[in-house]
């Protein structure tokens, strides 16, 4: 699997999915610091998204990376600096969620019925040798009809806010990335 332009990577790990949502956001630095900036990641600067993760009962210490991986998101793929995959199981349409631990090398056969699966991707593409396109495709894939049901359901109402969610994380990513650019050319 690698990273690249038409996200085969993506295809590669969820190829049938039931929701897909993808953002854009150019970055004024170079694809390295992107790449730096997106695994650092803290989104506890965003009062939306500590605000959201609080009404979804998420702990505070979910808003980094080491949060999300303690609240059982996986790296499923790394390529510096070219991008990460992270990926999830769980009854999302539930209150707790009930994600489920899985391994990492097992995400693409899992077909658990009553669960779906989910990724997040964060792509890193050089425009020049001082910015770059940072784009991230989530992709959510049920198991069951019954799943898929309910996760629709439940997607009418919180994709808006998860929307807002991936959003505002690119543009942390995009903060973080442009400022630590800066200072390493000051």
Known sequence: MTLGRDVPFIDELLPDFDMESRRRLHVAAPAETVYSAARRLDMSSSWIIRFLFRLRGMPKSALNAEGLSRIRFKLLLDEPPRGFVLGLVGQFWTLSGRLRDFEPSAFRELDLPGFAKAIWSFDITPESA??????????????????RR???????IIGPFSSVIRARTLRIVKRSAERSHRRASA
């Open 130 to 147: 001082t910015t770059s396109s940072l784009r991230t495709v989530t992709r959510v894939s049920c198991a069951d009809a019954s799943s």
């Open 150 to 156: 309910r996760f629709r359901r439940y997607w009418r």
